[in-house]
């Protein structure tokens, strides 16, 4: 068992090191030179991705060696010290090259496998989420400071919900089909284009539920903490689970959390979307 306050110490090293990259990629974006691909010919990743993925990983191995990274861009690292560190370089790829400014850095850190830390910072507006284990979570953007909590509605019939969609064509039909059933049944839909910035919002009350299948634990990690920390309900597949798994994420205020889970089943939201 580990002591209350180290979910904390692992929080603020987060947070600083999401700050420190966040400013390297500013300082590199008017440099992008190259932009390759991952899963499709629509799924870019820039030098600025892997750059920053190296900053990050080079900074955990400088201050804390015997930890473990999991990482987008493929800075893997076994833990010898039971802390492993989540990392997206760049979570909103496709924000951040064509400059729309909802695009992020996420650093989670779980211990033997279970979440207790994470920051996740919006890098064009430099405005930055927090949350550790038992300690809330805040947000801060220039001189302000606050706690987040949810929203406490707890009808999704007027409910605002936040989703994403795959880079995959195939899996895009499914979505939008299970869209097609959802969308009746709620407030209406918010697709921003950042996993880690959409459980951020759940946190901070400017949308009251989030959804996606298949996503990476680095696009959720940071996330789900502070979600979970402002007081929502979250529910991911673990840290083996991968995109291609099609399975779902989820974060609710406490309050709509109930009422959620009756429409997701539904809509058959909870079934894994394979392509």
């Not at 987008?72 to 076994?78: C, F, R, T």
């Not at 989540?86 to 909103?92: A, E, L």
């Not at 001189?143 to 995959?168: E, I, K, M, Q």
């Not at 903490?225 to 974060?251: K, Q």
Request: with cysteine.
């Amino acid at each position: 068992m580990y002591a209350s306050e180290i979910p904390a110490q692992l929080r603020d090293f987060a947070a600083e090191t999401v700050q420190a990259a966040a400013q390297l990629i500013r300082q590199r974006r008017g440099e992008l030179i190259e932009v390759n691909t991952k899963s499709s010919n629509v799924d870019p990743v820039t030098e600025v991705d892997t750059a920053a993925e190296e900053f990050i990983a080079q900074r955990i191995r400088e201050a804390r060696p015997q930890d473990g990274i999991l990482g987008e861009e493929g800075a893997d690292k076994a833990s010898e010290s039971g802390v492993q560190w989540i990392v997206d370089p760049i979570d909103g790829t496709v924000n951040f090259l064509y400059g729309i400014p909802e695009y992020a850095v996420s650093i989670g850190a779980a211990i033997d496998g279970e979440l207790v830390a994470g920051a996740v910072i919006n890098v064009a507006r430099d405005r930055l989420y927090m949350a550790a284990l038992g300690h809330g979570a805040e947000v801060r953007q220039g001189n302000d400071a606050h706690a987040l909590r949810c929203r406490t509605n707890p009808d999704p019939a007027t409910c605002l919900v936040a989703t994403g969609f795959s880079y995959l064509a195939s899996r895009r039909v499914q979505q939008a089909q299970l869209l097609v059933e959802l969308l009746p049944q709620v407030r209406d839909i918010r697709r921003m284009g950042a996993a880690a910035l959409d459980l951020c919002r759940v946190a901070e009350g400017s949308v009251d539920i989030y959804y996606e299948h298949g996503i990476n634990p680095w696009d959720f990690a940071a996330g789900a903490v502070i979600a979970r920390e402002a007081g929502a309900e979250v529910s991911h597949p673990g840290f083996d689970s991968r995109a291609a798994d099609g399975d779902l994420v989820w974060a609710a205020s406490a309050a709509a959390s109930s009422r959620w889970q009756e429409v997701m089943t539904g809509v058959d939201l909870l079934t894994p979307l394979r392509s």
